[in-house]
């Protein structure tokens, strides 16, 4: 008699397990066993499935040490190791790519170029120290240029433009946007490293109540914070894309600012909150301070 037949003759579960010649205690035993799944096994499948949901937000840059911090904050005690486990069994992981050039274009060295910062990245509240930079995106014709301007406080880019010329004549409009978006009323400093753009006369005027800063020469590590977010855009964005055309690139770039690490991505020197995350509290605690 072949299976078809059995089912055909003998609907019932006691039927098919008389034909078979097992109990119907044991069948009932045999399917709890395939079924269930113990709590251990649902917690990870769960947790997978959170790791997952994280790293799509994150636009699958985050790797095993963000997701942990991010499990953690939602209140999941769990292990970087077994983060980093779980995402190999899933096959995800972080998307790195590393490219380096530099774009600044030395104009003079003159001892007016004073580094006030002096590699004090840590400024006290929003809108104390800003800094500057531009860095290069290739496209298929060439490359345009982003120029970002950095809180340091909290690391967030405050503005940016991306032109398809260093020209000093797209960082003037992008300061004053960047003035009037912040409601400056204290005294700031700004930095940047000693490219053309930044020692100009034009440059001069329209940061006339701000104070100077100035890398050493061809010393990157005095502008570190917004280096390495200029890397950091690279290598976990735009070398993803073979762009073609300025929008495209004007796109990514914003996709990445505006909609990821100003808002999302969690930053170490944020206590793992997002920028405007940190912002955010800060102006709470101002507020508080005023009411109290």
Request: charged fraction near 25%; glycine fraction near 4%; hydrophobic fraction near 35%.
């Amino acid at each position: 008699m072949d299976v078809q037949h059995a089912l055909e003759s003998h609907p019932s579960i006691n039927g098919m397990c008389d034909y078979v010649g097992i109990s119907r205690s044991g069948y009932y035993q045999r399917e709890k066993r395939h079924n269930h799944q113990s709590p251990r096994k649902l917690r990870k499948k769960f947790i997978q499935g959170e790791i997952k949901a994280i790293w799509h937000k994150s636009l699958c840059i985050y790797g095993a040490g963000k997701i942990t911090q991010e499990l953690r904050s939602k209140g999941y005690k769990i292990a970087e190791r077994t983060v980093g486990k779980y995402m190999r069994e899933l096959g995800i992981h972080a998307v790195y790519l590393t490219p380096w050039t530099t774009t600044t274009r030395n104009s003079k060295f003159d001892k007016q170029l004073i580094n006030i910062l002096d590699e004090q990245f840590n400024p006290l509240r929003p809108n104390a120290v800003w800094c500057i930079d531009t860095t290069y995106i290739p496209v298929h014709d060439g490359f345009v240029y982003l120029t970002s301007i950095m809180d340091l406080y909290s690391r967030r880019i405050i503005g940016w433009d991306l032109s398809e010329t260093l020209e000093v004549s797209n960082v003037i409009p992008l300061i004053e946007k960047t003035k009037h978006s912040r409601h400056i009323s204290k005294p700031l400093i700004m930095h940047s490293d000693r490219g053309s753009q930044f020692t100009s006369e034009a440059y001069n005027q329209v940061t006339a109540n701000m104070t100077l800063s100035y890398s050493k020469k061809a010393y990157p590590w005095d502008n570190a914070c917004i280096e390495s977010f200029h890397a950091l855009i690279k290598r976990e964005w735009i070398n993803r894309f073979k762009i073609h055309l300025y929008s495209e690139a004007k796109r990514l770039v914003f996709q990445y600012i505006e909609t990821f690490y100003n808002t999302v991505r969690i930053h170490s020197h944020c206590g793992f909150k997002s920028p405007k995350q940190l912002e955010d509290e800060y102006q709470t605690q101002i507020q508080n301070l005023v009411v109290a």
